[in-house]
């Protein structure tokens, strides 16, 4: 999740957006802390899953929610062998 930028000994590094002290040995890239970097990470996820699909002509469902109803259908009817061999080429 995390890359690092340089090794920082045991120094202070504050976080560029919420501006917290913390004491680490490596200094990360993005310069924030894991708290911020988590919360940019869910953001861009949300936002990504947000996305209106139109399944049929009077329904509309997010993104998130047709590809869960999608993995319930497929493990409830698995695809069969000649299926699996047709997807994989």
């Known amino acids: 999740m995390f890359q ?3 090794f920082a000994g045991n120094r202070t590094f ?3 957006k919420c501006e ?3 004491r680490v040995k490596y200094v990360p890239v993005s310069d924030l802390c894991g708290r911020c970097a988590a919360r940019k990470a869910a953001e861009a996820n949300r936002s990504v899953s947000d996305i209106p699909v139109a399944l049929a002509e009077n329904l ?3 993104k998130k929610v047709a590809d869960r109803l999608e993995s319930k259908a497929r493990s409830a009817f698995p695809p069969s ?3 699996m061999v047709l997807s994989e080429v």
Do not use: F, S
Request: charged content about 60%; hydrophobic content about 20%.
């Open 60 to 62: 509309v469902l997010t």
């Open 4 to 6: 690092y930028r340089e």
């Open 81 to 83: 062998r000649k299926e």
């Open 14 to 16: 504050r976080c560029a």
């Open 20 to 22: 917290r002290k913390k």
